[in-house]
């Protein structure tokens, strides 16, 4: 009876050990499979367009930032940088306003991006257009513009000195066209007459390229137009450059007409006109947007730089290359707000004066 009882225990304990060690065996092989899954499982893509992008144009057909964002979208296509296409939209009603609250009013869009001129700040500020640069998601600043003083090839006057002796003879003749009204090349125009003391009758256009048109024609005595938005003319013997806006000449030695580099041209402080004037070309998104989303585009206009497509706009259009993000990207453009707004009150041109 004793060895039964004992045998009895025995098999409860054996069969106790034996579930335990099931039990064991279970984990241990859900634990394994869980792991097996984790490490073979892919790591998570990192975001990208799911549909078109627009690449919005706060301003005309033909002019710097136009024809900046088609070569942006031929790389792109190109060199197949994005599985998406990227479509140009120009949106250059009110001065650029359009496009700028187009984008705006689209928060957490990560489909739609806007190229951006000085109109970024000028536009709001002269017309009081519900709007401020803090309403988007700064991306990169991809370059900045030089401003060139341009005259017609046909004129007799070869430097700034002489032009500004003409234009000053002239008693207020002169008629200088530019892009927009109370915009960049107003601001530049003002510049030069307070610099000066000539007189201008400013013509407003819809874009750079329209102003090189009319300037080839004779319509308008002279522009301030970005090097890209006359380079073609001046390479067609239709145009002359006197001096660049900037406290230095540019760097740039290749040849482009009349033997002539856009590093021959002279500063115009060097010629007695004390203006100089630098614009940016950047990128922003709507507000709402990821950090994740804002490096996807980072990331693109960096691989968009490295192409010899880019750096042969660089060298026609003599943009200064300067490349920021992050936050300080958005110190220098909160500055040129600071900066523009003490220009343009200067002129008179702010919509509450």
Known sequence: MDRQKTKNVQLREKNAMTRTISSLSLTAVAAASALCLLTSAPAQAAWEPTRPVEFIIPAGTGGGADQMARTIQGIITKHNLMKQ????INKSGGAGGEGFLDVKNASGNPHKIVITLSNLFTTPLATGIPFNWKDLTPVAMLALDEFVLWVNAEKPYKTATEYVEAAKAANGAFKMGGTGSKQEDQIVTE?????????????????????????????????????????????GGALRPLCVFDSKPLPYADKIADGKSWGDIPTCKSQGLDVEYLMLRGIFMPKGVTQEQVDFYI???????????????????????TFMTGAEYAKWVENEEKRHADLMKDAGFLANQ
């Open 85 to 88: 296409p990227m479509v140009v």
């Open 191 to 235: 510049a030069i007459q307070k610099s000066s003391g000539a007189k201008f009758i400013y013509i407003p256009q819809r874009g750079g390229g329209a102003v090189a048109v009319q300037l080839v024609g004779n319509h308008i005595d002279s522009s301030v137009n970005n090097p890209i938005e006359a380079v073609a003319q001046w390479r």
């Open 299 to 321: 990331d693109l206009f960096k691989k968009v730089r490295e192409t010899p497509e880019w750096k042969t706009l660089m060298n026609e259009g003599a943009f200064n290359t």
